[in-house]
């Protein structure tokens, strides 16, 4: 909960006795601003920039975070880091924030300066991607996606779409772009596809490429791989891409080399994130599948923090609702609306 005036002065008359000089001053300065118009005060450490999916989420949590709703947001870009987002939210906690909101890059690794949080009191809200801690008390809450329904649900629409194209006795051949390793959207994408994987004998992982979730590694590891392996993307039937700037990367790879991909004939594209510009490809016949998952967490982590303003004790996890997308069920006006 927001802190009162009268612990706040406590804690920096401390500050100030312990002597930390002028970083600390600053701190306090824009602590003052907000006591002045009132406003909670909220750290988020936020992973990067790494996708347009990454980009719209840092938006909402700007847009929905902000002095009109009476919050004074301080965000910190750790440019893909896990050491930077630990900086950060050692800073928050210096700072005293009233909550700090994390967007972890993995899963692993933070029961240490999450403990630091908690000993300091400030409540920690994660998004997007989960963590795994030894002790759950380490943070408040979780909201975000359900990445293994999106992985089934990218599996069994590709075990219908291959019945539909009488292919379901062939053999099949995946190639599988991975997002950054250890996160939890990559952890469950690809366990769902394993999982389809050994339930379906037919089908294959013929080759694993690592993009991190950026179009321009996708595009560098699908040049490798076809300048490596001459001939070999003849043979694949479906590209697994575990998000849409991959996608992009690696269809412009291949684009490059003449494959065609969609439609009724091409490989089978298979996406994650459902960005305006996958959807209006996907309209187009040039990707196959759009799975959503949504980056619009700006407004949901708002509420908890009212809630938890009120004195609620919100759900440990939330998960969003998300859909899919094929050139059938897409219409102009869906992608019109799309805001990112
Ligand atoms: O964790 C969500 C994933 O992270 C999105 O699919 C991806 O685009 C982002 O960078």
């Not at 804690?11 to 300065?29: D, N, P, Y």
């Not at 091409?266 to 994130?273: E, N």
């Not at 303003?309 to 939330?318: A, Y």
Request: aromatic letters at 8%; proline letters at 2%; one cysteine or more.
């Amino acid at each position: 909960m927001k802190k009162s005036i009268f612990k706040r002065c406590i804690l920096r008359g401390i500050a100030l006795a312990l002597g930390l000089a002028l970083m600390l001053l600053c701190s306090c300065s824009s602590v003052t601003e907000s006591e002045e118009k009132d406003l909670i005060v909220v750290g988020f450490s936020q992973v990067g920039s790494e996708s347009s999916w990454r980009v719209a989420n840092s938006e909402s949590m700007k847009q929905a975070l902000c002095e009109k709703e009476g919050v004074e947001l301080i965000f910190d870009d750790a440019k893909q880091k896990q050491e930077n987002q630990y900086k950060a939210i050692r800073n928050f906690i210096q700072q005293q924030v009233d909550y700090i909101v994390l967007a972890p890059i993995t899963e692993t690794g933070w029961d240490d300066v999450l403990a630091e949080a908690k000993e300091a009191g400030i409540p920690v809200i994660i998004v997007d991607r989960q963590v795994d801690v030894e002790d759950d008390s380490l943070y408040t809450t979780w909201v975000g996606s359900d990445f293994l329904q999106e992985g089934k649900t990218a599996t069994q629409w590709l075990k219908q779409e291959l019945t539909d194209r009488g292919m379901n006795e062939e053999q099949v051949n995946i190639l599988h772009v991975r997002g950054t390793d250890g996160a939890t959207s990559q952890i469950f994408r690809t366990k769902a596809l394993q999982d389809a994987v050994k339930e379906n004998n037919n089908w294959s992982i013929v080759s694993v490429l690592d993009g991190e979730y950026t179009e321009a590694l996708a595009y560098e590891a699908t040049k490798s791989f076809l300048s490596n392996n001459p001939g070999a993307i003849e043979g694949i039937d479906v590209i697994y891409s575990e998000n849409d700037n991959m996608t992009f990367g690696v269809l412009r790879a291949l684009e490059e080399e003449g494959i065609k991909c969609g439609g009724e004939e091409g490989i089978i594209i298979i996406s994650f994130d459902a960005v305006k510009s996958a959807l209006e490809r996907c309209y187009d016949g040039e990707i196959s599948l759009c799975v959503e998952c949504n980056p619009l967490h700006g407004p949901r982590v708002a509420n908890l923090i009212r809630s938890l303003e009120s004195g609620n004790k919100p759900r440990k996890k939330s998960y969003v609702n998300e859909t899919y997308f094929t050139a059938e069920t897409l219409s102009e006006e869906i992608i019109e609306e799309r805001t990112y």
